[in-house]
């Protein structure tokens, strides 16, 4: 179906959508109020499959919100329990009636027993633990009842606590043991002293705990609750809190406007935890990891304000800001403990991690290229600024004049994007044609299509995927496997995301609005069905060749998840299957057979199962004999999977000549290159789709070029 490129661009970004449903008006002075009927209104005229908000919804609610708050069940007391059962089939009257009595009450009781708690585990932990008695924990909280009394209350604390405990003070004794062999003269801390420094580690944990805590506001723990309601509708429709929102922004776009530092708040403090490579913070050479922030200027004030003891989250707000603007920084160095007064220049900055990434590596004289796609990142507000698209294009003409034989995409771990994008990067490959079809409810499907006839790449192609591999990955995944364009080698399916979701302003619908930004939901709106009219929802992409790997046995994909939308198929589009290669099926049956006999692979299998069997047991001794005999097992059986991270291939990997120049004044740069091409080349998947690569290679004549030879 031809298409206009800018209604293209509006239809297939995971931008602000047109849901101007109606002309309803949203006026309700109290913001919590407000914000439930705003966002439940637009859930009943935006999802793609709304539900019925009634009895049994509630419930689905109430369970998810309760686990939310306290999922392991030490803050509410039973009788707790029962006061808010009340609400059990209730929550669905609440929200009609724009009524919030059932948070107001957890949310009051929340905090009344978190205060509670924190004389408690006080109390506990000021006296030694007796690991040579004989008892138990079973951490599946899931399975655990609420404590009817204070008593059974201290009781749970008492088990949690000393389970965290003994697990240090076993890493603290095989700690002094190592040193004794290391060194002979070393003399051994007494028992009782590293269990008092492993009581101690468990405090500092707690304190680290409720200093985020104190950190939240009421907003905060609504959020919850509006994100257990919403969440009902699907796993992806999701509440955005203002600064979520923003966050939000810049994990899908990789840029952010500030200085380029990561911050972490430690007791009162604000302290820098990391430097993003090329900001502002980096260049300037005068901040390190371990810098205190005290005070913060902007260049239009007269006096700094203090950031101690300030929420991390406002700090944040005063430390970003506009490209080009100034700000002045108190700062406690981490080293000389002076304070220094820095000014920095505001700027964007990009978040290397995002980005695609591109390495070269050559075998049995052929050049192969790898390019590694994290997300299909893009700007909301522009996208003709940086995209994943755009990014992969460069990489793949940077590539071909490497004299390039062969390409391995990798989207492992990569949860999806833009949707554009994944139709951009898809036209670089084929000739015109459909790459997904968009199928809103009640509505006849679209079909998203690549409408450029040119080819930037028609030489082998395989992608990588695994379990993780989710949405706008598997929509292209997908569309190269029905094409037979590209193999497909990794998990036995990827996440099985088939939705689509936009993202809605939701104070378009606010005329005045007292209380500031409202933030944002997304909605999902849309399912998408590859070109053969298959769903990736809860199914997948089944690889061509499949691989075992750490997540082969744990339940993480969309089928394991709440609340998720059923699979079903539409008719299929018209395409045609790529024409070029020759024994396309052969090589596909030589790359399992090699994968069949591979050690490495049968040993990761093996890894993988153990982690599901030390995953599932959730029984763990709290006596130090029996506890340490377990661990010694488990690090034994541990041994045996060395060999996996050991594991090496005999093939080298090089950035290109462009990054090459970079690192002459990026040595940060230059280190995340060599770690990741450290990597790579350990990494069984990548060497596999090398093979395939090289087999590819030999096949890939297009027939008509075959033609002309035998003419």
């Not at 380029?260 to 993003?276: E, F, H, P, V, Y």
């Not at 220094?340 to 505001?346: A, D, F, N």
């Not at 979701?501 to 104070?507: A, E, I, K, T, Y």
């Not at 769903?535 to 690889?543: D, F, N, W, Y």
Request: proline share 2%; glycine share 4%.
């Amino acid at each position: 179906m031809k298409r206009n490129l800018k209604i293209l661009v509006v239809v297939l970004l995971m931008a602000a959508t047109s849901c101007s449903f109606t002309t309803k008006k949203f006026d309700d002075p109290n913001k919590d109020k407000l914000l439930i009927d705003l966002i439940t209104y637009v859930l009943n005229e935006g999802h793609y499959d709304a539900r019925d908000i009634n009895d049994e919804f509630s419930e689905g609610v109430y369970d998810k919100y309760l686990e939310g708050l306290d999922g392991s069940k030490r803050f509410f007391y039973e009788s707790d329990i029962e006061e808010f059962n009340a609400y059990r089939d209730k929550i669905d009257d609440q929200i009609k009636e724009k009524q919030i009595d059932f948070f107001d009450l957890t949310y009051n009781r929340l905090l009344k027993r978190s205060e509670e708690a924190r004389d408690i585990y006080k109390e506990i932990l000021e006296k030694p633990f007796d690991f040579s008695e004989t008892e138990d924990i079973n951490t599946d909280f899931s399975e655990a009842e609420y404590v009817s009394s204070k008593k059974e209350m201290k009781e749970r604390w008492r088990k949690q606590l000393k389970f965290s405990t003994l697990i240090t003070y076993f890493d603290k004794i095989e700690e002094e043991e190592q040193k004794k062999e290391e060194d002979p003269d070393y003399e051994m801390k007494a028992k009782e002293e590293l269990e008092k420094e492993a009581r101690e580690v468990t405090l500092s944990s707690l304190e680290e705990y409720y200093d985020l805590t104190d950190d939240l506001e009421r907003k905060d723990y609504f959020s919850v609750y509006l994100n257990a309601i919403v969440e009902a509708f699907d796993p992806h429709t999701f509440y955005f809190a203002p600064q979520d929102k923003d966050r939000f922004d810049i994990a899908m776009s990789g840029k952010l406007e500030g200085i380029g530092a990561r911050l972490q708040k430690k007791s009162d403090n604000i302290m820098i935890t990391d430097l993003i490579s090329g900001g502002p913070a980096w260049r300037s050479e005068e901040l390190s990891e371990g810098d205190e922030i005290l005070k913060v200027q902007q260049e239009d004030e007269s006096e700094p304000v203090s950031i101690v003891g300030m929420r991390l989250e406002d700090a944040v707000d005063l430390i970003k800001g506009p490209k080009d603007s100034k700000v002045t920084l108190t700062v406690r160095k981490k080293l000389m403990g002076n304070i220094e007064e820095i000014t920095l220049t505001r700027d964007i900055v990009e978040i290397e991690e995002t980005y695609a990434k591109t390495a070269m590596v050559q075998k049995e004289g052929k050049n192969f290229g790898i390019i590694n796609l994290p997300k299909f990142y893009f700007n909301m507000e522009d996208y003709e600024e940086r995209n994943a698209a755009s990014d992969i294009k460069k990489d793949i003409i940077r590539l071909k004049e490497q004299n390039m034989d062969g390409l391995v995409l990798d989207l492992r771990n990569n949860g999806g994007g833009s949707l554009k994008t994944v139709v951009d990067i898809a036209g670089l490959f084929i000739e015109e044609g459909p790459i997904v079809q968009v199928k809103s409810n009640g509505q006849r499907k679209d079909v998203l299509s690549d409408e450029d006839p040119s080819v930037l790449w028609d030489g082998p192609l395989v992608i990588l995927v695994n379990e993780l591999s989710a949405s706008a990955s598997e929509i292209l995944a997908a569309a190269m496997q029905d094409y037979k364009r590209a193999i497909i080698i990794g998990s036995k399916q990827t996440y099985g995301k088939g939705t689509v979701q936009n993202v809605v302003d939701l104070n378009r619908w606010l005329r005045s609005n007292e209380f500031g930004d409202v933030g944002a939901l997304k909605l999902t709106t849309q399912k998408f069905y590859r070109v053969n009219g298959g769903s990736t929802q809860l199914e997948g992409v089944k690889s061509d060749v499949v691989v075992p790997d750490r997540y082969s046995f744990v339940d993480i994909g969309e089928k394991d998840q709440d609340n998720p939308l059923p699979w079903d198929k539409i008719d299929p589009a018209n395409y045609s299957a790529w024409n070029g290669y020759v024994n396309f099926e052969k090589t596909i049956a030589e790359s399992k057979e090699r994968m069949n006999s591979n050690e490495q692979l049968k040993l990761i299998e093996e890894h993988a199962k153990w982690i599901k069997d030390q995953s599932e047991d959730s029984f763990h001794s709290l006596n130090f004999e029996e506890y340490a005999s377990t661990a010694e097992r488990n690090q034994e059986m541990a041994k045996r999977f060395d060999s996996i991270k050991n594991y090496k291939t005999n093939l080298t990997f090089n950035s290109l000549p462009y990054e090459e120049e970079m690192f002459q004044n990026d040595t940060i740069l230059e280190e995340k290159r060599d770690r990741w091409h450290d990597n790579l080349s350990k990494d069984v998947y990548v060497e596999e789709a090398i093979h395939v690569l090289t087999d590819m290679k030999k096949n890939n004549i297009r027939q008509d070029k075959l033609a002309k030879v035998q003419d």
